[in-house]
């Protein structure tokens, strides 16, 4: 059986090395390499039936840090997302695991066991290095605030992301090639499901979540 990954990394060395590394372990592979956030959501709706696992960098062009998470959790939750990244502190590697992410591979590891970690991710294990700790070792009220997050469509939470850029609706509406009207309407969505009163504070709880810019990926140990 063809076990079918899509690694979403912008840098061809990256991809390389994985491909092979893979290879190695998983003789029937394909990979469907995507540079950008944009290019997994375009590649991967006509074949969501047959993607095994979907690997993603949180650094990548588009749709930046935990944003890009919950937008494919949203959009694809039949789908196994890991994360792969530069980054490989405890309070990210823990936040990812906790908003969803099924493992969280440092690219500091070694191929074989980068590969190792991946064929664990397949079959159904969560899986992230040693000595980082669970799901409990983050803030209670960031995993009650990514739940919340969690029950906006993929559309919203892109959304949600343009307004933590600060970005207007008639801006947002152009972007996404839809009517201002229909971003009014998502605004309003979002607002009620976040429970706040307007896009400031919404601005604000995404951010603790760590939408938008990489660099604000990680919060304090």
């Known amino acids: 059986m063809t076990t079918r990954i899509v690694i979403g990394d912008d840098h061809p060395i990256v991809q390389a090395a994985l491909q092979s590394a893979l290879s190695s372990v998983l003789p029937e592979l394909e990979i469907i ?30 749709v930046q840090g935990f944003a890009a998470l919950f937008i494919l959790l949203a959009q694809f939750p039949t789908i196994p997302v890991a994360i792969i990244s530069a980054r490989q502190d405890a309070a990210t590697i823990r936040r990812a695991i906790a908003y969803g992410a099924s493992g969280y591979i440092p690219k500091s590891l070694s191929l074989p066991v980068m590969a190792e970690a991946i064929t664990r991710i397949l079959v159904g294990e ?5 000595n980082i700790g669970g799901r409990g070792s983050v803030q209670g009220e960031d995993v009650e605030l990514a739940a919340r997050a969690a029950s906006l469509s993929a559309q919203q939470l ?8 600060g970005k207007l609706n008639k801006q947002i509406a152009g972007e996404l090639g839809i ?16 429970g706040v009163g307007s896009r400031t504070q919404a601005a604000v709880l995404a951010e603790r979540l760590a939408f938008g810019s990489a660099r604000t990926i990680a919060g304090p140990e």
């Open 158 to 165: 892109r959304i949600l992301a343009m307004i933590v850029d």
């Open 33 to 62: 390499p995507c540079q950008s956030l944009d290019e997994i959501l375009a590649a991967v709706p006509a074949r969501v039936d047959d993607i095994d696992l979907i690997l993603l960098d949180l650094g990548m062009p588009g």
């Open 179 to 194: 009517a201002e009207q229909t971003v009014k309407g998502h605004v309003s969505t979002i607002l009620r499901k976040l």
């Open 126 to 130: 969560i899986w992230m290095p040693p």
